[in-house]
């Protein structure tokens, strides 16, 4: 089993009956950077390359 996944089980495991909602919890903010920081970078560069597509497209026509 991957580590994320194992992080996932134990994250969502452990907060099951404690009655704390999960947005007050650092393991799931943890886990939650985890996944989407990594692809944090991905929008700005498809909007450098939409834009660059647009702008080559204007001049060709």
């Not at 134990?10 to 909602?21: K, S």
């Amino acid at each position: 089993m991957s580590r994320l996944s194992r992080m996932w089980r134990d994250a969502w495991g452990a907060g099951i009956g404690t009655g704390q909602p999960w947005y007050r919890r650092s393991d799931l903010w943890l886990m939650a950077a985890a996944a989407i920081v990594p692809f944090g970078w991905l929008l700005p560069l498809c909007r450098l390359a939409r834009e660059r597509a647009t702008v080559r497209r204007s001049r060709r026509f």
